[in-house]
């Protein structure tokens, strides 16, 4: 079973630029999770998708971030305008149920660098 | 009072030695309990998971979840170089209605010497 699919997987910006992530989940998972991993801290939920609708988006700073799941498949987060506090290694999860209760996968991650 | 906190670390064991990693957690409602390990540079790995009281066993590691105290623990016996990691606490925790949102303690380094 393929696992978690992310891209890119390093990007390096300037600050004010705008970027882009890609997110794949495990086929047939119906739960979708984007978190930002802070150098040092856990893992912190930015949004959950439960198919393609929003179950959870309290922590994303919706000034600058915004998150689309199309066709309750692929996802993607988007950061514009970057600042520099936005360095972080950004993770999308799936889970197979809905409501979040069970064991959510992770994908290898994508290291953002905001200079 | 943070919602999942783990013993500060960083822990150091000698190998084949137990390995004793601490979480408590603020939400009496919270049903779900996983540990996951994370290698330097490398994305989270679920090793265990737990969601009732008592102790859960797997290979070398077991899980521990004592609800009433809030409070669940990873034991890693016969501790390997190759155990040598951060290991996240992370609860589902009520989010409103009934959703839930897991949440992540910061994390405890573990080194196991060779």
């Known amino acids: ?115 | 009072q943070k919602e999942v906190e783990q013993n500060s670390g960083p822990l150091s064991v000698p190998e084949g030695a137990i390995a004793s990693l601490n979480c408590t957690y603020s939400d009496r409602g919270s049903q779900s309990f996983f540990w996951y390990r994370q290698y330097s540079g490398k994305s989270p790995e679920l090793i265990m998971s737990i969601y009732s009281n008592g102790d859960k066993e797997d290979g070398r590691f077991t899980a521990q979840l004592n609800k009433a105290s809030q409070y669940v623990s990873l034991l890693i016996r016969d501790s390997q170089p190759s155990d040598s990691a951060t290991y996240l606490c992370a609860v589902n925790l009520r989010s409103g209605g009934s959703n839930y949102k897991l949440t992540f303690g910061k994390g405890t380094l573990l080194t196991v010497n060779p």
């Open chain 1, 1 to 115: 079973e393929a696992g978690v699919a992310q891209s890119p997987r390093y990007k390096i910006i300037e600050k004010r630029q705008s970027v882009a992530f890609w997110c794949n989940p495990i086929s047939g998972h119906a739960t979708l999770y984007w978190y930002q991993q802070i150098l040092g801290q856990g893992p912190k939920l930015l949004i959950q998708f439960q198919n393609n609708g929003v179950v959870d988006d309290s922590q994303l700073p919706k000034d600058r971030f915004s998150a689309e799941r199309l066709k309750g498949v692929d996802s993607t987060l988007k950061i514009q305008p970057a600042k520099l506090e936005d360095s972080a290694v950004y993770l999308c999860a799936s889970s197979l149920l809905l409501a979040g209760l069970d064991t959510q996968y992770f994908g290898p991650g994508t290291r953002l660098t905001v200079l």
